[in-house]
């Protein structure tokens, strides 16, 4: 079923974060906002839910952090015991000093990289993916807010007008 | 203006009066001959059937070695009561510089972040200059004590710095060649400059800082920064050389390359973690109407990153010695470990893995009672840092948490909130005429 959305397009950041605040209070629903630069606190007050990226990154950590013991583990004190810094224990606890380097490492790298990637897969991003933006000005010097048109699609655009849009487009999904 | 609640100054009073008697005991009650220190010790050993006795032979490195050159007709058995009996006299001595030295390195941590924020013109901190200014006025005071304690350990009323004593030197070949530099007329003449640079900085900035409220151009401002950036140079070299001489130096044969940055870790986090302290409770007295939850979440950014840069330090001075494993630097930790295993651990399970867990979340860096609840952890953890550093070369094995210890912290700790908190009283604590100001009052994350 197509859907029928309005988008409005704004040139400054000060005059979109007014307006996202004034259709928010009218009651739409807005879909995305496209900017060419991050804006800060539109999230907030577009509602969207605080991100979860963090926990996943935590639990990425963790990962990192066991990857790395059963590692050192396996290839310094199983597979082929070493006697670290002449102090032939073979015990990992007890050489464990040594490792904590590796372990830091790998817990970051892993909460880094891992974050990432899912940053991506969460977003749809991926390699040749074509562009989402409706308009190519939103990479440039535009802001476009996508307004789901219900009912009166004449109202929400006066409104739209109202809160400083430059240009008002009706288009169908 | 802020006004000193009389709730507030009774308690700091009381703080100070019971310190003041918990110190008290503490010298009262330390030995004076080898008879009692060893009486002293057997009535420990058979209370807790514990053999301590045996373990404080291999006490401390430098102090053996003297004690076998310079006694060498004499049987093993007396040089060893008699190390006893300096370690025993030590503990009230070394309880005080401890407790002196943490509440004054805390005054000097907040001076370097104040700077900090000064040289670096940030916008979002000229809101807490007022809370800052306060805290780092008790570095008049506490500098004093600090300095009146090295005069008197110049002056051998105690043996915290066993290099000071001219009998140790001259059997010790490696603190001969120090003593170019590591020897007390010198060691007070640095201590007095380092003192008087930063308390100078300390009253020159504080000037213009509240000249600047009645000025109507920005020259006043613009000195602030020109002093402060000077400042951080003096200061990053005179803190480094601060802690050779005020705490490497008891261990007079060991020596780190990062200690500077180490101890400097210390006192920036614990610095940082009592601005946060203060500002909740200014703000809980309805004082401070525009500092934000933001500004306490970038506080708590910094008691966070800066306890993990604290950790990094204290792990990689570990990590370098236990690898290589040369036996004039293992002592340092060896004496750690064996004696001071539950404070040298236990210290960083406060300052780095409580900190880490309670803080991590963004949202808990906000709630005031999560900030203060981590802010008090990580200050009886770097006070256990301190005494980690200091004990183990002055009391040994004879060390414990009693009364001399807890006395000294109680006192320090009164008199550091009666000065800081009077200080408060002396300015209005919202800065009018900074340039930053309206940037800090809207400042929102």
């Known amino acids: 079923m197509a859907s029928k959305v309005i988008q409005a397009f704004y040139d400054d950041d000060d005059v979109l974060m007014h307006a996202v605040k004034k259709v928010k209070a009218a009651k739409h629903h807005i879909e995305e906002v496209y900017c060419p630069f991050p804006v800060h606190g539109l999230d907030k007050a577009m509602g969207l839910a605080p991100t979860r990226i963090a926990i996943t990154s935590f639990m990425y950590g963790c990962l990192g952090l066991t990857v790395a013991i059963v590692m050192m583990n396996y290839i310094m004190i199983q597979d082929w015991p070493q006697d670290i810094g002449g102090k032939p224990s073979f015990s990992y606890i007890e050489n464990m000093p040594a490792f904590v380097p590796v372990m830091f490492e790998l817990t970051v790298f892993f909460a880094a990289h891992l974050m990432v990637i899912t940053f991506y897969l969460r977003s749809r991003l991926w390699p040749f993916k074509k562009a989402e933006n409706p308009d190519a000005r939103s990479t440039d010097d535009h802001f476009i807010m996508e307004v789901e048109a219900h009912g009166s699609a004449d109202a929400l655009a006066a409104l739209l007008q109202e809160t400083g849009a430059v240009e008002i487009k009706t288009v169908e999904k | 203006m802020y006004t000193f609640s009389n709730r507030l100054k009774i308690g700091s009073v009381i703080l100070m009066a019971l310190g003041l008697m918990g110190m008290a005991i503490g010298f009262v009650s330390a030995p004076s001959t080898v008879e009692e220190a060893k009486a002293l010790v057997a009535a420990h050993d058979d209370g807790h059937g514990s053999g301590h006795g045996e373990a404080a032979a291999v006490a401390d490195h430098g102090e053996a070695a003297h004690g076998e050159a310079a006694h060498g007709e004499e049987s093993h058995g007396s040089s060893h009561d008699e190390h006893l009996l300096h370690q025993l006299q030590n503990r009230p001595w070394a309880a005080l510089y401890v407790a002196a030295f943490f509440f004054f390195m805390i005054a000097l941590g907040v001076l370097a972040f104040y700077a900090i924020q000064r040289a670096a013109q940030a916008g979002w901190s000229p809101l807490l200059f007022r809370v800052m200014e306060g805290i780092t006025a008790y570095l008049v005071p506490g500098g004093i004590v600090v300095f009146v304690i090295l005069v008197l ?293």
């Not at chain 2, 007390?184 to 009253?203: D, H, M, N, S």
């Not at chain 2, 920036?268 to 979440?297: E, Q």
């Not at chain 2, 406060?350 to 979340?361: E, G, I």
């Not at chain 2, 770097?382 to 094995?397: C, S």
């Open chain 2, 153 to 445: 350990s110049v002056l051998h009323m105690n043996h915290l710095f066993t290099w000071m004593d001219p009998e140790t030197v001259a059997h010790d070949e490696l603190l001969q060649g120090k003593a170019g530099y590591l020897n007390p007329t010198f060691f007070l003449v640095r201590a007095a400059i380092f003192l008087g640079g930063w308390i100078a900085y300390r009253e020159i900035s504080r000037r213009l800082s509240l000249a600047q409220d009645k000025a109507d151009d920005h020259s006043n401002f613009k000195k602030n920064f020109k002093w402060s950036a000077a400042f951080l140079v003096f200061y990053l070299v005179t803190e480094s050389m601060m802690s050779w001489d005020w705490i490497m130096s008891v261990d007079p044969h060991w020596f780190s390359t990062l200690f500077g940055w180490y101890v400097f870790a210390s006192m920036f986090v614990s610095g940082i973690t009592t601005i946060a302290l203060v500002t909740i409770y200014l703000k809980s007295r309805g004082y401070l109407p525009d500092v934000n939850n933001s500004h306490i979440h970038d506080l708590a950014k910094f008691m966070f990153g800066i306890s993990i840069f604290w950790t990094y330090l204290w792990f990689g001075q570990f990590m370098l010695i236990w690898y290589a494993d040369i036996p004039e630097e293992v002592t340092y930790f060896v004496t750690r470990i064996e004696d001071f295993k539950l404070p040298f651990f236990g210290m960083v399970a406060m300052n780095f893995v409580f900190p880490l867990l309670v803080l991590m979340n963004s949202d808990y860096k906000r709630v005031n009672w999560f900030v203060v609840m981590t802010g008090i952890v990580v200050l009886m953890g770097h006070y256990l840092d301190v005494f980690v550093m200091i004990m183990p070369a002055t009391v040994g094995d004879q060390w414990y948490i009693g009364i001399p210890e807890i006395g000294g912290v109680l006192f320090f700790a009164g008199a550091f909130i009666y000065w800081v908190f009077n200080t408060l009283t002396k300015a209005p604590l919202q800065p009018t005429n900074n340039p930053f100001i309206e940037e800090s009052r809207q400042f929102h994350y």
